[in-house]
Nanobody, 118 residues
Framework: QVQVVESGGGLVQPGGSLRLSCIAS????????MSWYKERELVAQVTSGG??NYGSSTNGRFTISGDFAKKTVFLQMNDLKPEDTAHYYC?????????????????WGQGTQVTVSS
């Protein structure tokens, strides 16, 4: 079994910051990428090779960082705006499924709510 757990969401005023955290555990054999989604829209992704890409809505305000050895990924969110309000999900990609078979598999967490409001 694989578990993906997010934390760090909350209520923040416009212009404020939040840092989301995600930790994965369980039968993970070949972690290749970790990502953050706003609902189903890609916010940011980091690969095991160090490549990072961001969704257009971030406009340089968000930074993703990942520790593949610890199976953790963070999203630093600065200058938050009301339109950033959403449920944010963490997704990981493994080259293998939970049984060790070479079948690329993605796992999602339950998400964490971010609300930006004055």
């Amino acid at each position: 079994q694989v578990q993906v757990v997010e934390s760090g969401g909350g209520l923040v005023q416009p212009g404020g910051s939040l840092r989301l955290s995600c930790i994965a555990s369980g039968s993970i054999y070949g972690l290749t990428a970790m990502s953050w989604y706003k609902e189903r829209e890609l916010v940011a992704q980091v690969t095991s090779g160090g490549y990072k890409n961001y969704g257009s809505s971030t406009n340089g305000r968000f930074t993703i960082s990942g520790d593949f050895a610890k199976k953790t990924v963070f999203l630093q969110m600065n200058d938050l705006k009301p339109e950033d309000t959403a449920h944010y999900y963490c997704k990981i990609r493994d080259l293998y499924n939970a049984y060790g078979a070479a079948i690329p598999t993605e796992y999602w967490g339950q998400g964490t709510q971010v609300t930006v409001s004055s």
